[in-house]
């Protein structure tokens, strides 16, 4: 069950990061870009939500727990650094409109 949770969660943190990288390389039309890295900002947003409403779904073992905690807390940073991205590209958006 553990691994089911966690591998559901690596990879939707996974889509989210492809999803957030394809739209800031994909700076088109800048309105429509910003639109679409508010949106990926905020799937971001969403998905530090869900990792960090997680739980192992039981008793596991404290080894399990410490890899499980150890990978909630390495998605949340990646999240993090995604959602600086994102910030960095609107800004770049920004400053070329204005």
Do not use: P, W, Y
């Not at 800048?30 to 990792?51: F, V």
């Amino acid at each position: 069950m553990f691994v089911a949770r966690h591998s559901v969660r690596v990879s939707l943190v996974v889509c989210v990061l492809a999803l957030t990288a394809a739209l800031v390389l994909g700076l088109g039309i800048a309105r429509a870009a910003d639109q679409r890295l508010e949106e990926a900002d905020g799937a971001l947003e969403k998905a530090a939500a869900l990792i960090e409403a997680s739980q192992t779904g039981g008793t596991v073992s404290v080894g399990a727990q410490r890899r499980f905690d150890r990978a909630v807390a390495r998605a949340l940073d990646d999240i993090a650094n995604a959602r600086a991205q994102v910030l960095k590209a609107q800004e770049a958006v920004d400053d070329d409109a204005g």
